[in-house]
Structures are given as C-alpha cells and as structure tokens.
C-alpha cells in the first residue's frame, strides 16, 4: 500500500502524523523501495492495527 492508501485507511490520517510516527518508530513496519518510495504490506498494517486494539475490561 502506498502512504497515501494507508493514510486513507486509517480515517484520512495526516501524512505528517504518519511520518511523525515513523519518526517516533510507532508506524507500521514500511518497505523502502529503489526510488525511496515506501510501501506497507496489508498484512502489516492489519497486524500492526491488531496489537493495538484495547482489551475488554472483564473485571467488571
């Protein structure tokens, strides 16, 4: 996926907010192509969405 496609995904997130993630290594893993284009995988997007999913609080 292109930034721009993973930025729409994620509910037309800023691209800066996304390169500050990336600065803060907190965005998805990214694949740096020849011309220093980046790409993500949907899988890694998918699994970096899954790790921050909030649990259900089952004390309740």
């Known amino acids: ?5 993973v930025c729409e995904a994620l509910n037309n997130l800023p691209r ?8 803060l290594r907190i965005a998805p893993t990214c694949i740096k192509l020849p011309n220093n284009e980046l790409r993500v ?14 649990q259900k609080d ?3």
């Open 16 to 23: 800066r907010t996304f390169y500050r993630w990336r600065e």
């Open 41 to 54: 995988w949907r899988s890694e997007l998918n699994a970096w969405l899954e790790a921050r999913r909030e």
């Open 58 to 60: 089952t004390a309740a």
């Open 1 to 5: 996926m292109t930034i721009a496609e």
